[in-house]
C-alpha cells in the first residue's frame, strides 16, 4: 500500500512540473513581452498612410539570445503621446517572429479612435494601451475579417465610441456599410436608419447630383494588379470621403478621375489622395476659395 501512494505522488509531482521551458516558445502579447523585457519597441506615425489603414509603424528589437515570438492583438488601443493627435485602435493582429538580437520594424493596421485629433504624422509617438471595450471589439474583429479598411469601417469606429449615428457608416459598397451599421446597432443600441435615398449625396456614394462641382484626375501606371482608392481628406488630415474606389485595377497605364459637390465640404482646402495597394502615393491641394 505505501508503495502504490509513493508511486502515485511521484506521477504527480511530474504532472506538475512538466516539460522544461525552451527560449523561443514565448508567445506573448506586446505589452507582457515589453513588461518582461524580452523586447524594446518604438510607435511612430505612419507618413505615408492615412489614418485608416497602416497609420503607425511599431519598430522592435528582440533584447535576448533566443528567438522571440510576439503577438500584437487586434482590438488593441495604441495612446497617442501628445493628446493633439488621434489615439488608435489596431485593426488586424500581426505576429511577430524577432531573431536573436533582431531588430525590425513593421507598419499596422489600424484606425482613428478621436475624430476630432489630428491624423498622425512621423513624428507622432505611442504607447501600448489596453485592450478596446467589447463593443469596439466586435467591430475591428469584422473589419480584420471581411478586410473593411476602408472609410466605411473607420466610420464604423466613430459610430461606437463618438456620438454619431449610424447613417454615417457609408462608402462605396453598400452591402458592406449595411453590415457594418448593423453591427454597430447591435453592439451600441443606436437604431439602424433605412437605406440612404438616391439623391442622398453626403451618405450614398453612387449619388452623382452635384450643385458646384470640382474635380481633377490623377495618371499611374503599374506592372501588377493594385487596389486603388481616391479619397479626400480635410486639413487635419482627417478622411471625409472617398471619390473613387477600384480593389481590382488591372496593370498598366490608367487615369483616374475624381469629383466632389463644393457646396458640401466648405472648408477653404481640402487634400486629394491617391492611395495604391493601401499606400499614399500621390497627394494634392485642392484650394476652395475662387
Not at 77 to 100: C, F, G
Amino acid at each position: 500500500m505505501f508503495r502504490k501512494l509513493f508511486m502515485a505522488k511521484l506521477i504527480v509531482t511530474f504532472i506538475l512540473i512538466g516539460p522544461a521551458f525552451k527560449p523561443g516558445n514565448e508567445h506573448p502579447d506586446l505589452n507582457t513581452a515589453v513588461k518582461n523585457k524580452l523586447i524594446s519597441c518604438t510607435i511612430n506615425g505612419n507618413p505615408n498612410s492615412s489614418h485608416y489603414l497602416k497609420p503607425v509603424i511599431i519598430t522592435i528589437r528582440n533584447l535576448k539570445k533566443f528567438p522571440v515570438v510576439v503577438d500584437i492583438d487586434n482590438g488593441l488601443i495604441l495612446k497617442a503621446n501628445d493628446s493633439s493627435y488621434q489615439n488608435m485602435v489596431i485593426t488586424r493582429n500581426e505576429i511577430i517572429t524577432l531573431n536573436p538580437l533582431e531588430k525590425k520594424s513593421y507598419e499596422l493596421y489600424g484606425m482613428c479612435t478621436e475624430p476630432s485629433d489630428k491624423a498622425p504624422d512621423s513624428k507622432t509617438t505611442y504607447s501600448s494601451g489596453n485592450l478596446a471595450p467589447a463593443g469596439l471589439l466586435e467591430v475591428t474583429k469584422l473589419i480584420q475579417k471581411s478586410k473593411y479598411f476602408d472609410i466605411a469601417g473607420q466610420s464604423a469606429v466613430w459610430a461606437v465610441i463618438d456620438k454619431r449615428g449610424l447613417e454615417d457608416i457609408s462608402g462605396f459598397d453598400s452591402i458592406e456599410a449595411r453590415e457594418l451599421q448593423k453591427l454597430v446597432s447591435k453592439v451600441t443600441g443606436k437604431p439602424l436608419p433605412p437605406p440612404p435615398a438616391k439623391n442622398d449625396y453626403l451618405h450614398n456614394y453612387q449619388c452623382h447630383e452635384y450643385v458646384a462641382s470640382i474635380g481633377g484626375s490623377f495618371e499611374f501606371a503599374s506592372s501588377r494588379k493594385m487596389s486603388v482608392v481616391v479619397a479626400m481628406f480635410d486639413r487635419n488630415n482627417i478622411v471625409v470621403r472617398e471619390l473613387y474606389k477600384n480593389p481590382d485595377v488591372e496593370p498598366g497605364t490608367h487615369k483616374f478621375n475624381y469629383e466632389f459637390d463644393a457646396t458640401v465640404y466648405k472648408d477653404d482646402y481640402y487634400y486629394i489622395r491617391f492611395i495604391a495597394n493601401d499606400d499614399i502615393k500621390l497627394s494634392r491641394k485642392v484650394s476652395m476659395k475662387i
